[in-house]
């Protein structure tokens, strides 16, 4: 820092030299394309900001110009007296100690999040009374800060559980039913009427119709209902949309079993999950890749596809097991596995070999 001045004066010197061999006219037109640029530079810079180097080397020269030229410098008494105020201020200033509360840490803030999502009836209190327990000292009102920032609502509006929360909950006694259609070769529409067991992920493909009216619809859910037998005991909950081809009669083959039943928001698949994502994985693994000829040719594909779903096909939410089988025992060994082929090959099973 202490040979920037020298260098700085250095430079200056050289340059007034290399003026002395340059001619007046061409000196003079350069004070005229300087002088432009710096009033095209006042229209545009409001406050510039020298340096100490820059104001050092303008205070310098400025003794060099005429009263009249030192009025067009940017350098003006306001500007003097500011810098003088600059040094003053910068000379009784002190450090001082921050005030006001600690930062929280990062672990206390993720702990507080972490309770609030895991446990939806706690209030900001009940979470700062469950911190001070575990040892850690956090204000209720910081807890509540914490909570408004990542933007969680306070504990009655988050207090219901979630359409997943519940699924999960409730699963062994759900059931969940949905329509879904396909066209055919000739343009028809066909429409076909499934329930899936949530606990389970058993499915079962009841009907396949062209015109699914309320009786029919009805009709369908009196045949699950022999189907299940003394199963339906087990049930608690149906979970169906608003379509209308659900009647009352439908209803009541259900709720005289003392089975409720659950309407799912207007367009809300999610509330729906299950059922949604069976149809959706049938579509891909099957309807789009095949031409369905007409409803017989359906309802054959699908008994195909529900067999395969629920004896073969693995679930995540089973632990890799199928609804209506569970895992093999290890094998150790050779590895012998023979594949066999459904509805031409789109779908493959595999099987240990004996």
């Given at each position: ?97 921050s005030q006001g509360r600690p930062p929280i840490r990062d672990s206390i803030r993720s702990l507080a999040l972490r309770l609030a999502r895991e446990n939806p009836l706690w209030g900001y209190r009940r979470i700062a009374g469950e911190l001070a327990a575990l040892g850690y000292r956090a204000g209720a009102s910081t807890v509540w800060l914490i909570l408004k920032k990542a933007g ?203």
């Amino acid at each position: 820092m202490a040979l920037r001045p020298l260098y700085l004066i250095f430079v200056r010197l050289a340059c007034w030299v290399v003026l002395l061999a340059r001619s007046q006219r061409s000196k003079d037109a350069e004070i005229l394309v300087l002088r432009h640029q710096l009033a095209v530079l006042r229209r545009q810079v409001a406050r510039p900001r020298p340096s100490w180097a820059d104001r050092a080397v303008i205070s310098a020269l400025a003794r060099l110009l005429s009263p009249e030229g030192r009025r067009r410098l940017f350098v003006t008494p306001g500007t003097l007296l500011r810098w003088h105020a600059d040094l003053v201020r910068r000379r009784w200033t002190f450090k001082r100690r921050s005030q006001g509360r600690p930062p929280i840490r990062d672990s206390i803030r993720s702990l507080a999040l972490r309770l609030a999502r895991e446990n939806p009836l706690w209030g900001y209190r009940r979470i700062a009374g469950e911190l001070a327990a575990l040892g850690y000292r956090a204000g209720a009102s910081t807890v509540w800060l914490i909570l408004k920032k990542a933007g969680i609502d306070p504990a009655p509006r988050r207090a219901g559980p979630s359409w997943s929360e519940f699924l999960r909950a409730q699963a062994t006694g759900i059931l969940a039913c949905d329509f879904f259609h396909c066209d055919t070769v000739l343009f028809k529409r066909l429409y076909c009427l499934v329930v899936m067991a949530i606990g389970t992920r058993r499915v079962h493909v009841l009907g396949v119709t062209e015109h699914p009216t309320g009786p029919w619809v009805a009709q369908q859910a009196r045949n699950l209902r022999i189907e299940l037998g003394d199963r339906a005991e087990g049930f608690r909950f149906l979970i169906r949309d608003r379509d209308t081809k659900f009647t009352t009669m439908f209803d009541e083959v259900f709720t005289a079993e003392g089975i409720g039943i659950i309407k799912t928001p207007p367009r809300a698949p999610r509330a729906n999950a299950c059922a949604e994502r069976w149809i959706g994985g049938l579509r891909r693994e099957l309807l789009d890749r095949i031409l369905i000829v007409n409803a017989r040719h359906l309802r054959r594909v699908l008994a195909a596809y529900e067999t395969h779903f629920n004896e073969h096909r693995p679930h995540r939410s089973l632990g890799q097991a199928a609804p209506l089988r569970a895992l093999s025992d290890p094998v150790e060994g050779d590895i012998k596995v023979i594949r066999r082929d459904h509805l031409g090959g789109l779908i493959h099973e595999y099987a240990q070999v004996a």
